[in-house]
């Protein structure tokens, strides 16, 4: 083949390429190899300072359109594609790369994709999972598990680099880490380089699964296996590079590497870069500290203790002596520090490294890290006036916030041409290379206005008829769509909307709402495997959806739709289609998300608590354009020291009485698994270590029914309601990641 180094030899090769009698999964990797080719051949010599970006998820979604996009031949090859027969959606049969969870996965994505689009030397360094996130069914409502097997399409973006890898040593057996490189592609090209474990069937399984179970002794070990072994394997990597680059002076290591540490998974990476400076470079402990001072960086993600790592010193000791030995230095290092500081002895506790026979990650990360940052002003907030309040009170100026972004490439300009297009129109183009162009949009609200009540009723249309692909569910035409997709958790309370859902049925039915504008609910959520009263909520829903669409008295009014396996390409399709992002977690709980950025840039309203990044989205596009309800962060507050009562409210209440009741009454059933009867407990008794209505769903309940139906009556004023949606789109560019990766490129790594 001849080699391709140019965007002519590439669409030269892909018209001499034939396509007859070839499978989908052979035509993209054939495609993908030839793009691949020419990608890699715009690869530079690499810049003399890079920053890195650990993390235990990289939730990159589907490669093959956006590669294509980003090597600006998307639209050639739909039309050479076309002439040949192939309509280039087939290629939405290969199904996602699913290496994250979630939100902190897909932000480290965007990350990628933004540094690369801004000429920025960003590289990722994760694990090549063999099985990502599963695969999510719907069996009688339930959720069922299903291997992730996302290699069998091939990975023909990834290039496996054997000679690159490295040993990585725990106290019983020695792994093999082989990297695989996946290029991240834009104004430059960067590296994503995923880890895979070699060697006996024991030390392969540290690549198995994305997160393991950890409830059990014999998953936190895997867990903590793995966390370790990309952390070594970057760290290990990179000092090598240093040595043959700059020899052994380490002191300017920091000058040449910074690395960001995405939420407490990979800290480990500090006292392995320590460990080797100590022990096999023979540097003092007290210099090698100090350069890690000046190399690493931490990014928190939540609030929520139970995701607040800490490791058990005895396993760490077990599996990792010189860790465990590197770890306890700190602590004593850590501990002269703080006498010299002054701290109390309960601050000391409070800030330590090592207690209770235990290594808290999150306390190693703020002590060493250069900075600390939140991901929205109000999560910096709250790490600074709670969680972290001691270590701020001592190093204030580490603290700093970075408010999350999405990138636009992948959420305005893949997923939603039709609206891209419209902007080219109303704005111009400028905006594709420099997002705050979006804020032109403001002036020009009424210009847009058709245009867009179109593509949203296009974009609406194409979403409509791919839940009716992959879940026999039709919805028609008219109905306006609100939106729940994300990860189903408690804090998110979509139990909350679930409850909304059936009061507003309820209405409808006894004809006590009315001019009731068509509807339809979208969900989308998978639930931890072992989350008990997670999956009682899907199931829940589930067993709503089925009664209200099949009932012939408000089904022309009311659809509920909980849509299977989502991911990256479904929400792709859901944010650009949706009228309503629904936001509605507990104030004080999201740290940012991200899901409702993708949603506001696509022109949804937000119906939303004060939480997370949501308070700066009505910030931006106005209270008067978005729907705000609940309590916010100093009412919980209040809520949580006073009397917090919900019995007395569902008693107040006849329709919440309802709502809630139908878990217990026999209106649906869990078929005996005492799921709905354990949400309910959780609501009226409390469960687990939580007080009654630990999320403070009936509290926040009437508001948020009041908000739905505000914001339903306002959309039958067509106009009126377009334009709230274009003023939310033409306040996004704060939220591109862009952004975020510029304050990252010069507040925290100098690239
Ligand atoms: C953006 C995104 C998320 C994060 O959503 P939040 O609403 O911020 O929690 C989770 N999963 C997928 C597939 C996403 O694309």
Redesign the pocket.
């Known amino acids: 083949m001849a080699n391709i180094n140019g965007k002519t030899e590439f669409l030269q090769a892909l018209n001499t390429c034939k396509t007859e009698g070839k499978s989908t999964v052979e035509l993209y990797n054939e495609i993908s190899s030839l793009a691949m080719q020419y990608g890699l051949s715009q690869a530079r010599a690499p810049a003399e300072r890079n920053a890195y970006y650990l993390s235990m998820e990289f939730?990159i979604g589907r490669s093959f359109f956006n590669n294509l996009m980003e090597l600006g031949v998307l639209d050639e090859t739909r039309e050479l594609l076309k002439e040949k027969g192939v309509d280039i959606n087939v290629f939405e049969e290969i199904e996602d790369a699913a290496l994250g969870n979630?939100?902190l996965g897909?932000l480290a994505a965007c990350f990628l994709d933004s540094a690369a689009g801004l000429d920025l030397p960003l590289h990722g360094y994760g694990i090549r999972y063999k099985y990502g996130l599963f695969k999510q069914a719907i069996e009688n409502g339930f959720q069922v598990e299903l291997p992730d097997d996302w290699q069998r399409f091939g990975d023909p973006w990834s290039v496996r680099k054997p000679r690159e890898k490295r040993k990585i040593v725990f106290a019983d057996m020695v792994v093999t880490a082989v990297p695989y490189d996946m290029p991240v592609f834009g104004k430059r090209v960067n590296v994503l380089r995923l880890w895979q474990a070699e060697g006996s069937a024991e030390a392969q399984k540290i690549s198995e699964y994305l997160y393991p179970a950890d409830d059990t002794e014999e998953g936190k070990l895997l867990r903590l296996r793995q966390e370790y072994f990309f952390s070594a394997a970057a760290v290990g990597e990179l000092l090598d590079k240093h040595v043959k680059l700059h020899g052994k002076s380490f002191d300017s290591f920091a000058d040449y590497n910074a690395i960001q540490l995405n939420d407490t998974h990979p800290v480990l990476a500090i006292a392995e870069l320590i460990r080797v400076l100590t022990t096999k470079y023979k540097v003092a402990f007290g210099k090698a500290e100090e350069i890690a001072k000046k190399t690493f960086a931490y990014t928190n993600h939540t609030v929520m203790p139970e995701a607040l790592e800490c490791w058990g010193a005895s396993l760490v000791k077990k599996i990792l002596p010189d860790i465990y030995d590197v770890l306890l230095r700190l602590q004593e290092s850590q501990t002269a520090e703080f006498k010299r500081l002054g701290c109390s002895e309960e601050e000391a506790a409070d800030m330590a490294i090592y207690a209770n026979d235990r290594f808290s990650m999150a306390n190693l990360a703020v002590y060493v890290g250069r900075t600390v940052n939140g991901v929205a002003k109000l999560h910096t907030d709250i790490l600074k006036s709670s969680l972290f309040k001691t270590a701020y009170k001592y190093y204030p100026d580490k603290f700093q916030n970075k408010t999350n972004g999405i990138t636009q490439r992948r959420w305005l300009m893949l997923c939603n041409r039709e609206l891209s297009d419209l902007l080219d129109k109303t704005i111009g183009t400028a905006w594709r290379e420099d997002i705050t162009h979006l804020g032109e949009l403001n002036t020009h609200v009424d210009a847009a206005l058709n245009g867009f009540v179109k593509v949203k009723a296009e974009k609406k249309k194409q979403l409509f008829a791919y839940i009716k692909k992959h879940e026999g569910a039709e919805i028609p035409e008219n109905f306006i769509v609100y939106s729940q997709v994300?990860?189903l958790h408690e804090y998110k309370r979509q139990l909350m909307t679930a409850f909304a859902i059936l009061e507003i049925y309820k209405g409808l039915a006894d004809g006590t709402v009315k001019d009731f504008h068509p509807s339809v609910f979208v969900f989308g959520a998978k639930s931890a495997p072992s989350y008990k009263r997670a999956k009682a909520i899907i199931k829940f829903i589930n067993e709503i959806a089925n009664k209200v669409n099949s009932d012939t008295r408000t089904n022309a009014l009311l659809r509920v739709v909980f849509v299977k396996n989502?991911?990256?390409s479904y929400?792709e399709k859901i944010v650009a289609g949706t009228d309503v992002s629904l936001q509605v977690s507990t104030a004080g709980l999201e740290a940012s998300?991200?899901?409702?950025m993708?949603f506001m840039m696509n022109g949804a309203v937000t119906c939303g608590t004060m939480d997370g990044a949501n308070i700066e989205i009505v910030e931006l596009a106005g209270k008067e354009n978005n729907y705000i309800f609940g309590a916010e962060v100093d009412e919980i507050e209040r809520l949580k020291q006073g009397d917090y009562n919900p019995s007395a409210i569902l008693k107040a209440d006849a329709l919440h009485s309802y709502a809630v009741n139908t878990l217990i009454d026999g209106t649906f059933s869990d078929d005996g698994t005492g799921g709905f009867q354990g949400l309910y407990d959780a609501l009226t008794v409390g469960a687990s270590w939580h007080k009654p209505d630990h999320y403070f769903v009936l509290h926040d309940l009437k508001s948020y029914v009041n908000a739905l139906l505000q914001i339903n009556a306002d959309s039958n004023n067509e106009k009126a309601f377009a334009a709230k949606q274009i003023k939310n789109i033409a306040n996004s560019a704060h939220f591109s990641s862009d952004r975020t990766i510029k304050e990252y490129a010069v507040d925290v790594w100098q690239i």
């Open positions: 939730l979630g939100g897909r994300k990860r989502y991911n990256v929400a998300g991200t899901g409702n993708k």
